[in-house]
């Protein structure tokens, strides 16, 4: 009956028909009073394990969160879905803080989201006050942040230990989507849980595909990667703040909307920057590791990595934050063996051999998925002691095809210079033997010897290939720390001797990765409508200060413009629509849908949505080059309302459509907006900065500028 009842607020309040992996067992397990140890990848929503049972019981949820945009953004969406729920944290005034304190004592409140300092600041009055409320859980978020092996530690959640001491009787529920088996034991042993259930969930996340390129000309290799994903929303992670900026002025030069993002920004720029990615006003934001945490977009559809991270904890964080909407998403490493030299210094832990050994070991590991061959999305979930049966298809070297060619004199040149140099040199220094180098740190002995200069033919980026190749195939080994040398294994002495046949890879092509998108839907979507359905909600976002996510996400709107519902039943069949946002919401995008069906002569296809089980679909190959047709018709001399006639589609879509080609100069700001009003609107843009979206912009101008006009003018002069 617990469940069942689950499943009702599943549905009613958050709009889902089922739960997903172990969300059910979890909310049994908090239900139950006993603790729970929760692993969910990002984006499988892990929330839920604590919000659902948190509108079952009697009491407040205490939610311990490390980020204050993490906070901001999951009270937006439970009070989106009419839930109350609030966060305590440094960015509110005295009387915000006093207004939360009341509806706390009130009883009304449900969940309170807090930083892990906030519990104990003022020594316990924080914690005698909880004393005399009813408690009902813990959930202790982002909970690998407890442990000083794992890649985020943070001092502050060792205090949490207290909780089970002051408040012995309350279950406590810790999430992360990101622990080893070192750091599960930290979070059981340094929260002090009783017996708790380890409830660990896979880690693959089907819908991102990952790719690795070489970082040699990879901004020219970024551009390129973007100019095919103008439209969509992206975070750009580099490793420094100035090269944070630099490269998001980089990418605005060339018509990109970018913004930089980093600890040394002022606060007040943080915040505005964040905003404007976060209400999809900017598409893509250039950031450190600063950026992210928690942040709850669910419509980021890729994520590249400059840098190489300094371990593969990181490296999935941080491209879990792409496709959290289940749909297609992108994860591109820029790499190179050069960052994992460089980052050797930065890993190491001062006064700490052991810690120091373990993050040198995560880097080299980081540096093996770059540098791998063979699936990568099997190595991931290896690393976090989970086998995939197959390969997965869904990355650069499942669609890539290889080639084996004799390396034998190849392998023997290397495992040569390796011998004679006595086992003491690095790659590098190798490399230049082999190729005969005679600079300054080329020790005299060797340039006598028989090996400088055999290489000479080969390129020293060939080199380095095919030095892992024979350390991944174990003809050569490398030694651990922080400046490792080449020494040979048992298998050098039968290829130095001409006994075995060494055979290295060729990388001949690399195939274009599946444009199919991956969600519950199986049938094309009408890609018009979902453009209309998106500046619905982008309105909606406007009045309510929230981001155009927590209306609804992608992947509810990809439903929608495929199914077609037309009236009540329909939408709410519909995943990620419950009762509150069927209220709030509802009328307005039946109309929208309706509307377009009649002009189309479309019908409801709701039918299709019961009749197919698979998960994957193909994207609406008609309507690819939609944009194109618009574009054809403008340049015939067609208005906009014309167009948007022959076309069947409003006028709003249509100037969405012409707005694509503004940064190109394939359409002038000129053809949309009269010469009178460009400057007034560019000035508006500029005094009100765009910080709060359009909605300020229009309501300053007046009823005589349309936001088509000042969409137009913001492309061109953004």
């Known amino acids: 009956m617990t469940i069942e009842k689950a499943k009702k607020i599943l549905k009613h309040q958050f709009g889902y028909d089922s739960f997903r992996m172990n969300q059910e067992a979890a909310i049994d397990c908090v239900l139950s009073k006993k603790d729970a140890v929760v692993l969910m990848p990002t984006g499988g929503g892990k929330s839920l394990c604590y919000q659902v049972p948190a509108l079952m019981s009697e009491g407040l949820t205490m939610v311990v969160s490390p980020l204050i945009a993490l906070m901001k953004d999951q009270v937006d969406a439970l009070v989106s879905n009419g839930i109350e729920a609030a966060f ?15 509806r706390i004592r009130s009883g009304k ?23 005399e409320l009813n408690v009902s859980l813990f959930a202790i978020d982002e909970a690998h942040c407890i442990s000083s092996w794992g890649h985020d530690f943070r001092p502050e959640y060792r205090k949490l230990a207290l909780l089970k001491e002051y408040f012995p009787e309350v279950p406590v529920i810790a999430l992360t989507a990101t622990a080893d088996k070192l750091v599960r034991k930290d979070i059981v042993d340094y929260l002090e849980l009783n017996q708790p259930e380890l409830l660990i969930s896979s880690f693959n996340r089907p819908n991102i595909f990952y790719s690795v390129e070489p970082k040699r000309n990879s901004y020219e290799k970024l551009l390129r990667f973007l100019e095919k994903r103008r439209e969509d929303s992206g975070i750009l992670y580099c490793l420094s703040r100035r090269s944070t900026e630099n490269l998001a002025q980089d990418l605005r030069d060339e018509g990109f909307n970018a913004l930089p993002y980093h600890a040394g920004l002022d606060r007040a720029t943080r915040q505005r920057n964040q905003e404007l990615f976060l209400n999809d006003d900017a598409k893509i934001i250039v950031a450190t590791i600063a950026f992210g945490m928690g942040i709850d977009k669910s419509n980021v559809r890729f994520v590249v990595h400059m840098d190489l991270p300094k371990n593969v904890e990181s490296y999935y964080q941080e491209t879990g934050r792409a496709g959290r909407d289940g749909l297609e998403s992108d994860a591109l490493l820029f790499f190179s063996w050069g960052d994992v030299t460089k980052l050797k210094g930065f890993v190491e832990i001062e006064n700490n051999k052991e810690q120091s050994d373990i993050m040198l070991k995560k880097l080299d590991q980081m540096g093996e998925f770059g540098d791998l061959k063979t699936c990568r999305r099997k190595y991931l979930l290896r690393y976090f002691d989970e086998d995939l049966a197959d390969d997965c298809g869904q990355c650069d070297n499942c669609k890539a095809e290889y080639e084996k060619f004799d390396g034998t004199v190849i392998a023997q040149k290397a495992l040569s210079a390796v011998y004679r140099t006595g ?7 190798l490399i230049d033997l082999l190729r005969g180098s005679k600079s300054k740190k080329m020790r005299l002995e060797h340039l006598n010897l028989k090996t400088h200069g055999v290489g000479a033919d080969i390129s020293k980026n060939d080199w380095f290939d095919y030095f892992k190749d024979l350390i991944a195939q174990g003809f050569l080994a490398k030694t651990e720390g922080q400046y490792p040398t080449v020494i040979l294994t048992g298998k050098s002495e039968d290829v130095l001797y001409g006994n075995t046949k060494v055979e290295l890879y060729k990388i001949t092509e690399k195939a274009e990765k599946s444009s199919s998108l991956v969600s519950d839907v199986s049938h094309p979507y009408v890609e018009a409508l979902l453009d209309d359905l998106k500046s619905l909600r982008t309105e909606f976002a406007r009045e309510e200060g929230v981001p155009p996510y927590v209306v609804f996400s992608d992947a509810t709107l990809v439903e929608l413009a495929t199914y077609l519902p037309h009236d009540r039943n329909g939408l709410l069949k519909i995943s990620g629509i419950g009762d509150v946002k069927m209220e709030r919401y509802g009328a307005d995008f039946i109309r929208v849908i309706r509307d377009y069906c009649e002009l189309n002569g479309l019908e409801s296809r709701m039918k299709l949505k019961f009749a197919s089980r698979k998960r994957r679909r193909k994207r609406n190959t ?5 944009y194109s047709k618009t574009l054809q018709l403008f340049k015939q001399g067609m208005s906009v309302r014309a167009i948007a006639e ?23 700001v000129e053809d ?23 909605s300020p912009i229009k309501e300053f101008l007046g009823a005589e500028y349309s936001y088509g006009e000042i969409r137009a003018v913001a492309a061109k002069f953004s």
């Open 88 to 102: 305590l944290n440094s960015t509110q005034t005295g009387k915000q803080q006093t207004e939360v304190f009341q």
């Open 109 to 131: 409140l449900k969940l309170l989201y807090v930083a892990p300092e906030r519990l104990f600041k003022s020594g316990d009055q924080f914690i005698d006050f909880l004393k």
């Open 423 to 429: 086992q003491r040199f690095g790659v590098s220094y």
């Open 622 to 626: 008609k309507g690819d080059d939609t």
């Open 646 to 668: 022959e076309r069947g589609l409003t006028r709003n879509t249509i100037e969405n459509h012409l707005l694509r080609f503004i940064p190109s100069g394939e359409v002038q």
């Open 672 to 694: 949309l907006v009269d010469t009178d009003k460009i400057e007034t609107i560019r000035d508006a843009i500029d005094e009100l900065n765009a910080a709060k979206g359009l």
